[in-house]
């Protein structure tokens, strides 16, 4: 999870969709219609806000404040949705946002610091596996960091997703650490490194974790975070 910039304007289909709704036309108003699909992928940077995959074929509108018990406004409301892969759809459901007690991050809010309230890390020993942990003691964070392991670190029912997961991460992060590697041994090229190191590249929050745990790597590479 990174912060995003929303900046599309809300597609003209969502109003009309609601009407349609409100009115009794439509017994279910579609808000998941081209345009809103199209905008969002602009907006989220063809990335799902949660686990940051790119380019993927299942991408779906998703309500960051569930619409359920009928919650017409929340359903249509352009900046209540969000662009997600099926997998974090599915996991995330209607467990968060429904109160002041499950709450999580968002990500288009200025005021959530998610990239330095949040600590990404990739671990290959003694296992290979996820660890999100908390910088921020707060209960919203903490909430957020929890969704966060479950998402990435998954269970036994989701298994084919978390290792897709673990081997994509793994694959990116790899690719990160050879870029450095021949930084250091001469070959000063920098433009491969800020392309993997910019907000619109696939997990992002993992390979920045990189730069920031390291004093070198951040003198040399963090002025390159858009």
């Known amino acids: 999870?990174?912060?995003?910039?929303?900046?599309?304007?809300?597609?003209?289909?969502?109003?009309?969709?609601?009407?349609?709704?409100?009115?009794?036309?439509?017994?279910?108003?579609?808000?998941?219609?081209?345009?809103?699909?199209?905008?969002?992928?602009?907006?989220?940077?063809?990335?799902?806000?949660?686990?940051?995959?790119?380019?993927?074929?299942?991408?779906?509108?998703?309500?960051?404040?569930?619409?359920?018990?009928k919650n017409i406004d929340w359903k249509f409301d352009w900046n209540n949705l969000f662009l997600?892969?099926?997998?974090?759809?599915?996991?995330?459901?209607?467990?968060?946002?429904?109160?002041?007690n499950n709450q999580i991050l968002d990500c288009t809010n200025k005021k959530h610091d998610v990239g330095n309230w949040i600590k990404y890390e990739k671990q290959n020993y003694p296992k290979s596996d996820f660890k999100i942990t908390a910088l921020k003691d707060d209960k919203i964070v903490h909430n957020t960091v929890k969704f966060l392991n479950e998402i990435y670190n998954g269970n036994k029912n989701k298994k084919e997703n978390t290792e897709n997961l673990n081997d994509l991460v793994s694959g990116e992060l790899r690719k990160l650490y050879k870029l450095i590697d021949k930084f250091f041994k001469g070959d000063k090229k920098i433009k491969k490194?800020?392309?993997?190191?910019?907000?619109?590249?696939?997990?992002?929050?993992?390979?920045?974790?990189?730069?920031?745990?390291?004093?070198?790597?951040?003198?040399?590479?963090?002025?390159?975070?858009?």
């Not at 997998?87 to 002041?100: A, I, S």
């Not at 696939?202 to 745990?213: E, G, L, P």
Request: with cysteine; charged share 40%; hydrophobic share 25%.
């Open 1 to 69: 999870m990174i912060n995003i910039s929303r900046k599309e304007k809300e597609p003209l289909c969502l109003a009309k969709e609601k009407e349609k709704e409100k009115k009794g036309f439509k017994k279910n108003g579609d808000y998941n219609c081209e345009e809103v699909k199209e905008k969002l992928k602009k907006d989220f940077l063809n990335k799902c806000y949660i686990c940051e995959q790119k380019k993927n074929t299942d991408f779906q509108a998703e309500h960051f404040k569930p619409h359920q018990n």
């Open 84 to 100: 997600a892969c099926s997998y974090c759809n599915q996991k995330k459901g209607n467990r968060y946002n429904t109160d002041e």
């Open 193 to 226: 490194i800020k392309k993997r190191l910019s907000i619109k590249s696939k997990f992002c929050a993992f390979k920045r974790q990189i730069i920031k745990d390291n004093s070198i790597f951040r003198k040399e590479f963090e002025k390159y975070f858009d």
